[in-house]
T-cell receptor, first 115, second 114 residues
């Protein structure tokens, strides 16, 4: 069975400090993993993806995520938060191509950035 | 590419009326998804299509909801009759190949049923 758990529903950081949004997954296969961001009243936008290449993945807007198979984690980080990073972030797991396809979204983490 | 296009952006209707939401996926994408987002339930997958064929509709709430994809460039989600609890933001997304390819989302349709 495939599942994804975002460990924090809300995270609050001060502008200029590091961001850590946690995600754990389970999958019977070697999955693809994604992070999406949703700003208010907008659709979801892809931040970055992992598809079994380098374990450290760099995305847009200075975000990156590290795939750790031993910990089944795919945490999202950014060295320094900006006010424009305030949004909701979704971790997503997807089974590899072939056979029945399944995409599972986490419940989301709302990031608040304090000036 | 213009991305995934949804219409209308906002829809306000009275209980009992029929509502039709529309989606144009990105050209060449083989998969199309309909999601619903609410504060209470978060993001829910309603149905998805592969090459215009419905693959999984287990998320469709009840018989009042129906979705069609008559061709590769158009899909509709219909609610008949609508109820206040259907109020939500409905997103359409498309993807080239599941697994490696990300989903590309439209900006959503905000539905309010009074």
């Amino acid at each position: 069975a495939q599942s994804v758990t975002q460990l924090d529903s809300h995270v609050s950081v001060s502008e200029g400090t590091p961001v850590l949004l946690r995600c754990n997954y389970s999958s019977s296969y070697s999955p693809s993993l994604f992070w999406y961001v949703q700003h208010p009243n907008k659709g979801l936008q892809l931040l970055l993806k992992y598809t079994s290449a380098a374990t450290l993945v760099k995305g847009i807007n200075g975000f990156e995520a590290e795939f750790k198979k031993s910990e089944t984690s795919f945490h999202l980080t950014k060295p320094s938060a900006h006010m424009s990073d305030a949004a909701e972030y979704f971790c997503v797991v997807s089974d590899p191509p072939g056979g029945y396809q399944k995409v599972t979204f986490g419940t989301g983490t709302k990031l608040q950035v304090i000036p | 590419d213009a991305g995934v296009i949804q219409s209308p952006r906002h829809e306000v209707t009275e209980m009992g009326q029929e509502v039709t939401l529309r989606c144009k996926p990105i050209s060449g994408h083989d998969y199309l998804f309909w999601y619903r987002q609410t504060m209470m339930r978060g993001l829910e997958l309603l149905i998805y299509f592969n090459n215009n064929v419905p693959i999984d509709d287990s998320g469709m709430p009840e018989d009042r909801f129906s979705a069609k994809m008559p061709n590769a460039s158009f899909s509709t989600l219909k609610i008949q009759p609508s109820e206040p609890r259907d109020s939500a933001v409905y997103f359409c997304a498309s993807s080239f190949v599941l697994g490696d390819s990300p989903l590309h989302f439209g900006n959503g349709t905000r539905l309010t049923v009074t």
